[in-house]
T-cell receptor, first 112, second 110 residues
C-alpha cells in the first residue's frame, strides 16, 4: 500500500503566483481531508470530501483557496494568488468511513 | 473553541522512563484519537478510544478516557529514543471531522 501521496513535497513561490497542491488518497477510501499546519495556529482543517463531493469548506480561509476532487483518486488544493501568510505545511489525509485518518507526508509551502 | 487542549506542551524524559500526556476538551465526544508526528512527517494514527470506553492498550501505549472530567491521557511506557515526536489528540464530536489539539512535543534523552 503506497499510502497517501502528495506532490510537490516542497514549493517555493513568489507572492501573487498560483500554487497547486496535489493529493492521491489511499485506494478505496471515501473521505479526503485537507489540513494546514503552522506553528501559530496548529493543525487546521480546510475542507473535506466524501465520495468526491465537498462536504464542509468552512475552514477555507479565503476565496483565494479552492479545492477540487474530480475523481476518487485525485484532489487538488489551489491558492491563487498566493501570499506570504499562506506559508505552511499542507497535509492531505484520507479515511474509510471517517474514522482513522491516514496522512500524507505534506507539502511545505513557502511564499516569498 | 472545541479544540482539545494538551499538556504539557513539551516533555523531556530519560530513555526507559514513562511519558504521560493529557488532553482536555469542553463538550461531549463520539471518540478521541491519538496521533504521532515525527519531525517533517505526516501524522500517524496510534489509537482510538470511544466515548463508552475507559481504557485501551496498544503495545507500550495506554490511553484512558474520563468523560466526566472531559479528559484523556496517553501513557507511553519504557520510552525509547524513537518515541521522540509530537503527539496530538484528535476529537470527533459526532460528525465526520476531527479537531486536533495543540500537541505535546516529547523528547526522549538517550
Amino acid at each position: 500500500d503506497a499510502g497517501v501521496i502528495q506532490s510537490p513535497r516542497h514549493e517555493v513561490t513568489e507572492m501573487g503566483q498560483e500554487v497547486t497542491l496535489r493529493c492521491k488518497p489511499i485506494s478505496g477510501h471515501d473521505y479526503l481531508f485537507w489540513y494546514r499546519q503552522t506553528m501559530m495556529r496548529g493543525l487546521e482543517l480546510l475542507i473535506y470530501f466524501n465520495n468526491n463531493v465537498p462536504i464542509d469548506d468552512s475552514g477555507m480561509p479565503e476565496d483565494r483557496f479552492s479545492a477540487k476532487m474530480p475523481n476518487a483518486s485525485f484532489s487538488t488544493l489551489k491558492i491563487q494568488p498566493s501570499e506570504p501568510r499562506d506559508s505552511a505545511v499542507y497535509f492531505c489525509a484520507s479515511s474509510l468511513g471517517a474514522k482513522t485518518q491516514y496522512f500524507g507526508p505534506g507539502t511545505r509551502l513557502l511564499v516569498l | 473553541s472545541q479544540q482539545g487542549e494538551e499538556d504539557p506542551q513539551a516533555l523531556s524524559i530519560q530513555e526507559g522512563e514513562n511519558a504521560t500526556m493529557n488532553c482536555s476538551y469542553k463538550t461531549s465526544i463520539n471518540n478521541l484519537q491519538w496521533y504521532r508526528q515525527n519531525s517533517g512527517r505526516g501524522l500517524v494514527h496510534l489509537i482510538l478510544i470511544r466515548s463508552n470506553e475507559r481504557e485501551k492498550h496498544s503495545g507500550r501505549l495506554r490511553v484512558t478516557l474520563d468523560t466526566s472530567k472531559k479528559s484523556s491521557s496517553l501513557l507511553i511506557t519504557a520510552s525509547r529514543a524513537a518515541d521522540t515526536a509530537s503527539y496530538f489528540c484528535a476529537i470527533n464530536f459526532g460528525n465526520e471531522k476531527l479537531t486536533f489539539g495543540t500537541g505535546t512535543r516529547l523528547t526522549i534523552i538517550p
